[in-house]
C-alpha cells in the first residue's frame, strides 16, 4: 500500500484539527469554534471543552464507551432551557424536583429527582419558551429510572397538546408516541451509561403564539392515553431520575449544551486549510474518509480538495435524496464527474475512497466499488492547493471523522478495497455502534 500523502487519525484536541502526515504541520487543518463544547470522553462522560478547542469525541455502545475516538463538528445551537440541570424557574404539575440526588452523566453529584404527588393527574415539569423557529424544534433531557420506569417528552402550545413521546427507562426503548394532527416528530433514545438515557423529540409543527411548552413527564404506564389525558394516582413517593434539559431550534439533537441562568449559544465549528500545493496531484489520486453525518436531512456536507472555489473541486458530500453520497471532479468550472451512491445509513461510520484519474474515476465504500465513470476531466496546473471540510457557507461539514487520508496516485482496485475494508467483523460493529452479543 502507498503511503498517503496526508492523514488524520483523530488523537489530540487542540486549536487545530491535527493530521500525522505530512509531519511538519502543513496538513492540519485550522480549527474555529467561538464558544465552549462539550464531548464525550474516554471515560464515556460528558464534560467541557474550552473554546477554540477541536473536540474528540468518544462513541458510546449500549452505555459503554467503546472504539477509537473521532473529531465531531456541529452547526451553532442555542439551548433555550435555562437553568437546565438545577430545574431553577421550570413549573411543577403535581410533582416536586430535588436538587443534587445522584451522578449526572458528567460523573459529579449534580442530577435531581422528579416526585410525583398523591393527586389523580399529570406529573411533570415544564419550562415555556420563545425559541427562534416557530415550526422545527428539538426538545432532549436525560433520563434515568427511579422507582418509575416511565417517562415522557410532552411539547404544547397555548392552545394545543402536540406531541409525546413515552419512554422504558429499564428496557431504553420507545414504547408510544402521539403527534397531533399537523405536527410530526422524530424520537430517539440513547444510552449513556450508569443507567442514564437521553431522550429526543424533533417536532415538526407550527406552534400557536410561537411560545413553546417543553414537558418533562412521570408516566405509569409506556402506553398512556395521549395527553392531556396521560393521568394516574399518584403515590407521593415514586419518580425518576432527570438531568440536562435542552431546547435546540433544529430537525435534530446536538451535543449537550449546559445553562444557568440564561441561554447558552455554541458556535459553528469549521476546520479549513489543510495541505498546500505540494501535496495534492491534480493529475490523480485518492481522497479517503471514515466518516458519519450528524443526521439525513438531505443537507450538503462536503469534504473537498480545491483550489478555494468551486472552480477546481474534488469532492465527496452527502447529499439528497436521502441517504445519498455524491462524488464530483470540477475542473474550470465544468462539472465533469458526478456519481451518486444511495447508502444504507450515512448516520453510522462508513469507510468511503474516492479514486480521480482523467477518464478514470470510481468510488469504494466499505469495500466495493459501488460506483465509476470512464470519462472525464481533473484539474491542470497545479491549482488544488487545501483539503478542508468547511469550504464555503453553504457545504459545511457537519458530521464525526475518524481518519480522513489523501494519496496523490490513483490506487489500484485492490487497494482502495482494502483501504475501505473492515478489518473484522468486531471492528465494523464497533465503528457502526452495532453490539456483538
Known sequence: MAKPKLALIPAAQGTKLYSVLPSNGTGDFTFTRGSVATRINAQGLIENVASGQSRLDYPMIDGVQKGCPHHILEPSRTNYLYNSQSFVGFSFNNSTFFENQTISPDGTLNAGKLIENTSNTRHSTFKVTTPMSSTTNTVSVFFKKLTRRFASIITSDTTTWNTMVVVDLELGIITSRFNQSGYTSV???????????????????????????????????????????????????????????????????????????????????????????????????????????????????????????????????????????????????????????????????????????????????????????????????????????????????????????????????????????????????????????
Open 187 to 437: 424520537d430517539k433514545i440513547e444510552n449513556f451509561g450508569n443507567g442514564w438515557y437521553r431522550v429526543t423529540s424533533s417536532i415538526t409543527g407550527l406552534y400557536t403564539g410561537n411560545e413553546l411548552y417543553s414537558r418533562f413527564g412521570i408516566q405509569n404506564t409506556g402506553t398512556p392515553l395521549p395527553p392531556p389525558n396521560n393521568t394516574y394516582q399518584g403515590d407521593g413517593a415514586s419518580g425518576v431520575y432527570i438531568w440536562g434539559a435542552q431546547l435546540e431550534v433544529g430537525s435534530y439533537p446536538t451535543s449537550y449544551i449546559p445553562t444557568t441562568t440564561t441561554t447558552v449559544t455554541r458556535s459553528a465549528e469549521t476546520a479549513t486549510g489543510a495541505g498546500q500545493s505540494t501535496t495534492f496531484n491534480d493529475s490523480e489520486g485518492v481522497l479517503m474518509a471514515e466518516i458519519s453525518a450528524l443526521v439525513d436531512d438531505g443537507t450538503n456536507r462536503e469534504i473537498s480538495i480545491s483550489d478555494g472555489s468551486l472552480s477546481n473541486t474534488i469532492a465527496f458530500m452527502y447529499n439528497q435524496p436521502s441517504n445519498n453520497f455524491r462524488f464530483l471532479v470540477r475542473a474550470s468550472g465544468t462539472t465533469y464527474v458526478d456519481i451518486n451512491i444511495i447508502l444504507t445509513d450515512i448516520t453510522i461510520s462508513n469507510k468511503v475512497a474516492f479514486k480521480y484519474k482523467e477518464n478514470s474515476f470510481s468510488t469504494f465504500i466499505n469495500g466495493f466499488e459501488l460506483g465509476s465513470d470512464n470519462s472525464g476531466l481533473v484539474p491542470t496546473g497545479n491549482v488544488l492547493n487545501e483539503l478542508s471540510l468547511t469550504r464555503s457557507s453553504s457545504r459545511e461539514f457537519y458530521g464525526k471523522t475518524k481518519q480522513l487520508q489523501y494519496f496523490d496516485s490513483a490506487l489500484a482496485d485492490t487497494q482502495l478495497e482494502q483501504l475501505t475494508s473492515w478489518q473484522s467483523f468486531r471492528d465494523m460493529a464497533n465503528g457502526q455502534l452495532y453490539t456483538i452479543e
